[in-house]
Structure formats: C-alpha cells, structure tokens
C-alpha cells in the first residue's frame, strides 16, 4: 500500500522559502513510471498543479510557477521536496503530494495547511 506523507511548517512569513517535504512508503519513488506532483489548494478554489519529479529524476513546473518552485529528492530516505521561494499570501493553501503512475492520481497524502502570514 502506498502512503504519502506531507511535513513542513504550517507557517511562513512573506518573502520567506516554503519548503515541505513527502514521506513515501510503501513504493520506491524511483520505481518505473512513477510521477511525484505537489498540488495545492488555495482556500475557496481550485486545485493547482505546481510540479513533478519522476522516477528517473526529471522535473516539470507549473509555468505560471516555474520561476520560484523547486522540486528535489533524496532517494535514500524515499522523499521528494517541493522549495517555493519569495512566498506572498497568496500562496496560504493545503498543500498534497500525491503519485501519478500514468493512471492518474492514486495515491495522495492527507494535505497540510500552510498560511502566510507576518
């Protein structure tokens, strides 16, 4: 059974670096066709793709954010990182990572919220 597990603060000030990290268990996420997305949810809309890491280590951004979003991993602890720099409040939202394994999404963490806020 595969499980993500999203961590990170729940609060960051504006102009600061939000960076969360997923726990994966359950599956290697350098395993063949697996695809690692963050997707946030700001609060009264939508969710919002932001960016990939695949299971060869590629990455793919959101273009509307590409210009401040980093996605990394560390195979030997089985996570993937997401860096969002010069964060405004407009980023507040939950924040998921969640795996695509070109089925469409089937697995997701359970979210976390994170706020900006001085």
């Known amino acids: 059974q595969v499980q993500l597990q999203e961590s990170g603060p729940g609060l960051v000030k504006p102009s600061q670096t939000l960076s969360l990290t997923c726990i994966v268990s359950g599956v290697s996420i350098t395993t063949n066709r697996g695809y690692w997305s963050w997707i946030r949810q700001p609060p009264g809309k939508g969710l919002e793709w932001m960016g990939l890491?695949?299971?060869?280590?590629?990455?793919y951004y959101s273009p509307s954010l590409k210009s401040r979003t980093s996605i990394s991993r560390d195979t030997s602890k089985n996570q993937f990182t997401l860096q969002l720099i010069s964060v405004t409040p407009e980023d507040t939202a939950v924040y998921y990572c969640a795996r695509d394994a070109l089925g469409g999404y089937d697995s997701w963490g359970q979210g976390t919220q994170v706020t900006v806020s001085s």
């Open positions: 890491i695949g299971y060869s280590g590629s990455t």
